[in-house]
């Protein structure tokens, strides 16, 4: 299988939370990240949390991850339409090179 | 701050013909910066990674003559795709790596979309 695999879709109402979930193999990243990309553009960078972390929130955003699992999840509270875009986790590899998941396609219903 | 542009946004070429994309960064001086590209509803897919004033490291599976990388001053690279073929269409993307400890942040370009006819 893929060295990083997400689910390929998910839909919510406006105001609902998402909850986009991510795993991964290779446990020896240093970082992990969330990523969004909107149609048509480049990669926004989300949020990232430090490998020896369980939790990071920042404003709506909160990244779980769990290291025994191999699991790294991004809630989205209250989520709007702007938020409909494609997510992507990432891992860093060596020499920097960021290991992308398959991605996962948010879509908010108003 | 940290701003990447690419030049073009998009392309259109004939098959046999060489495209040059570039890639910027505007506002910090990039130590390293990498190629990408994705493939409509796909991931990222690394190309090569390239560190100013030396030669690119290519991933496996990427042809190095084919796609030529130039990484000149630590704003500017480059990616030339030559004799380019239809199979090459594809959606580019660079990043840019400021350097230093701490998070190994990139920041992306908007891409270029490459299309060959």
């Known amino acids: 299988g893929e060295d990083v695999e997400q689910s390929l879709f998910l839909s919510v109402r406006e105001g609902d939370s998402s909850v986009i979930n991510c795993t991964y193999t290779?446990?020896?990243?240093?970082?992990l990240y969330w990523y969004k990309q909107e149609p048509g553009a480049g990669l926004q960078l989300l949020t990232y949390?430090?490998?020896?972390?369980d939790m990071k929130q920042d404003q709506r955003l909160t990244v779980l991850l769990n290291k025994k699992d191999k699991h790294l999840s991004l809630r989205i509270a209250d989520t709007q339409t702007g938020d409909s875009a494609i997510y992507f986790c990432?891992?860093?590899?060596?020499?920097?090179?960021?290991?992308f998941g398959t991605g996962t396609l948010l879509a908010v219903q108003p | 701050g940290a701003v990447v542009s690419q030049h073009p946004s998009w392309v259109i070429c004939k098959s046999g013909t060489s495209v040059k994309i570039e890639c910027r960064s505007l506002d910090f001086q990039a130590t390293t910066m990498f190629w990408y590209r994705q493939f409509p509803k796909q991931s990222l897919m690394l190309m090569a990674t390239?560190?100013?004033?030396?030669?690119?490291?290519?991933e496996q599976g990427v042809e190095k003559d084919k796609f030529l990388i130039n990484h000149a001053s630590l704003t500017l690279s480059t990616l030339t795709v030559t004799s380019a073929h239809p199979e090459d269409s594809s959606f580019y993307i660079c990043?840019?790596?400021?350097?230093?400890?701490?998070?190994?942040?990139?920041?992306f370009g908007p891409g270029t979309r490459l299309t060959v006819t």
């Open positions: 290779d446990s020896s990243s240093t970082y």
């Open positions: 990043s840019a790596r400021e350097g230093g400890g701490g998070a190994d942040e990139q920041y």
């Open positions: 390239s560190n100013e004033g030396s030669k690119a490291t290519y």
């Open positions: 990432a891992r860093g590899g060596a020499t920097n090179k960021l290991i």
């Open positions: 949390i430090f490998s020896n972390m």
